[in-house]
């Protein structure tokens, strides 16, 4: 168990339809970043926040949107959904100071739009 | 654009034999490189690491080892054991002051067999 908690862990919804995929980082970690893992793909790095403000993006599309909240849970919000969305969705932490090696991954929300 | 490429989808190894898992980029600016191992319905865990002033780091049973004229690095692992049967994602980084963000590779699903 990394401490990295992913609700819900599977969501199957429709085309246009709009959800919200939940974190709660580790006990004390600042970083939140979300990672998409479509088919036959690697990890696709969406989008970091660190205690709740913004810190790097990568191929997120419009269409998506996270935030990180006072009690630094994070929140990723996919809109106007698309068959190609779906994939497994992964939100990691990381201790504040520490690098890319000290990511821990939660489980994982498998998106399925029908 | 694929800068961190494994070219072997899967991968099969005799339980006690030497399992070998590549990794090639393309980012000369990438100066850390990292494993991750993956199980069915888990997230990613960090497995070793290496930076670029390096060309080998050991762990146990795992050894990475890094080759920056080529671009490529490997994963070793012995001797191979059925607990080691995952998919092993390779990742990238560069140092960015903090927006420090993990390019992976697409993964190769190692397969021991007792």
């Known amino acids: 168990d990394s401490g990295v908690t992913q609700t819900p862990k599977h969501l199957i919804t429709a085309t246009g339809q709009r959800v919200t995929l939940r974190c709660s980082p580790r006990s004390g970690d600042l970083s939140v970043y979300w990672y998409q893992q479509s088919l036959d793909q690697g990890l696709q790095f969406l989008i970091q926040y660190y205690n709740g403000e913004e810190r790097a993006k990568g191929n997120i599309l419009e269409r998506f949107s996270a935030q990180q909240f006072p009690d630094l849970h994070s929140e990723l919000n996919l809109s106007s959904l698309e068959l190609g969305d779906s994939a497994l969705y992964f939100c990691?932490?990381?201790?504040?100071?520490?690098?890319?090696?000290?990511?821990?991954f939660g489980s994982g929300t498998q998106l399925s739009v029908l | 654009d694929q800068q961190v490429k494994q070219n072997s989808p899967s991968l099969s190894v005799q339980e006690g034999r030497i399992s070998i898992l590549n990794c090639d980029y393309t980012?000369?600016?990438?100066?850390?490189f990292l494993w991750y191992k993956k199980y069915p319905a888990e997230g990613p865990t960090f497995l070793i690491s290496i930076s670029s002033i390096k060309d080998k780091n050991e762990d146990g049973r795992f050894t990475v080892f890094l080759n920056k004229s080529a671009k490529h690095l490997s994963l070793h692992i012995v001797p191979s054991q059925p607990g080691d049967s995952a998919v092993y994602f390779c990742a990238a980084s560069f140092t960015n002051f903090g927006n420090e963000k993990l390019t992976f590779g697409t993964g190769t699903r190692l397969t021991i067999i007792p």
């Open positions: 980012n000369s600016m990438f100066d850390y």
């Open positions: 990691a932490s990381s201790p504040p100071g520490q690098g890319n090696e000290k990511l821990f």
